[in-house]
């Protein structure tokens, strides 16, 4: 009778256990004039409510381009279509349980040809980790200061750039795709996450923390599952069946770089390291040359102008990056601004090259990660004063007249202050 008594409370747990481990999530993805993205994690088929936030009314979906499928057991993809540019968009999503979440997003503007390039500010994230304490190191607490995403969404800004990732696997982790995309579940039902994930527009890199490892190569055994998961999560509109893609807002083209999926780490014989691959670099000078933008950010899960040789940077991949750098300069890119991440510190790098204006990268070091006593490069472009070592996000706002844009970046952490600022005029990123 024990052992009946036994096995049936660790049925009834384990049922709860489940129960509890898959109560709905979900993440507002890419957003543009007149389509959406969100992610939904749960059981079961998931519906939809909308409501157009300008006129207070509900948004009749039978009518309108929806579209719902199931990209994994546990996941659904929606796709809205027929949206109005520059509209409020609240949104409820339940399940069959009847477990809803809530939240709301903005569409962007369609401005071209019609007025100025709009202002707007995005935040970006550096490195998370989330504490779960079953797979965590003992007597160790890696995250904190989650308040950090509620000071994010305070600052009115219209989207959110996960360069960093959303979390850092664990060793468990690593083992199934279905583990990872739990571990994106977990981090989304975060209470102070979920401010940010449900009620803007989310954008994210392909990070190591989110990988297998900020050096793990592309040929580890847990990289196909990584990809599938930061996939099914995400929902990049990515090139073709890689993970890095492009998107627009206002007068701004991002280019979002995958610095995993194709990394390389071999260096004997004709085998030489590579961080983005060829295909990947091809895609991003073509598109950078064709692109009509004023400013064109690159966002990468490690720093590229960061100019320290360590397999934490860019430089790891010397012929690549020795690639791209005569490509930006021999084509005279303008308008260049380079976000990244994967270092627990932040910082701003100045990159100063001959014949053509320097180039700035933006780092973001921990967000909710723990922070590091000091920074472990002596990073010789990096901008005086600009070292952070406090949790913190960066705030990146464009905005001016027509003829006379600018960007500015400010280093804000957890305690709400502004550590670091710098504006960037359009005249700095052309070399007048």
Known sequence: MRLQMRIFYFMVFTACACAQAFAMSAAVCRVDCTSAKITAVSDGDVSIKLTNLDTGKPVDTKSMYVQKRRTSPKTSAIELGELMPSTRYAFT??????ESVAGSFKTSPDYLERT????????????NYFNDKPFDVPFKTEGGEYEIFARAKSTGADFAV??????????ADKASRPAMILRYKKAAENTEAKKVLLNMPNYAAMSGFSFGGLEADSLEPSAQSAIGAFKTFWQPDAFRRASYYTFSYSDVQFFVLDVCSERSNLDFGESTPQILGQQQLKWLMTNLKASTAKFKIIVSGMPIANPIKDASNFTFAEKERKCLLQFLTLNKIE?????????????????????AYPLVEASA??????????????????????LVQARNFLLVKVSGAENDRRISISII??????????????????GE
């Open 116 to 127: 100025p390039p709009p202002d707007f500010s995005f935040v970006v994230f550096g490195h």
């Open 365 to 386: 070091g921990a967000t909710t990660a723990r922070p590091a006593k000091e920074a472990n490069q002596t990073n010789y472009f990096r901008v005086p004063s600009s």
């Open 335 to 355: 308008g260049l601004l380079f976000i990244s991440a994967n270092k627990d510190y932040s910082e701003i790098t100045r990159l100063v090259r001959a014949g």
């Open 413 to 430: 952490t957890s305690q709400n202050k502004n550590a670091f600022s710098l504006e960037l005029k359009t005249s700095q990123l052309r």
């Open 162 to 171: 996960w360069a960093g990732g959303l979390d850092t696997f664990r060793n």
């Open 93 to 98: 999503l339940t399940n069959d349980a009847g």
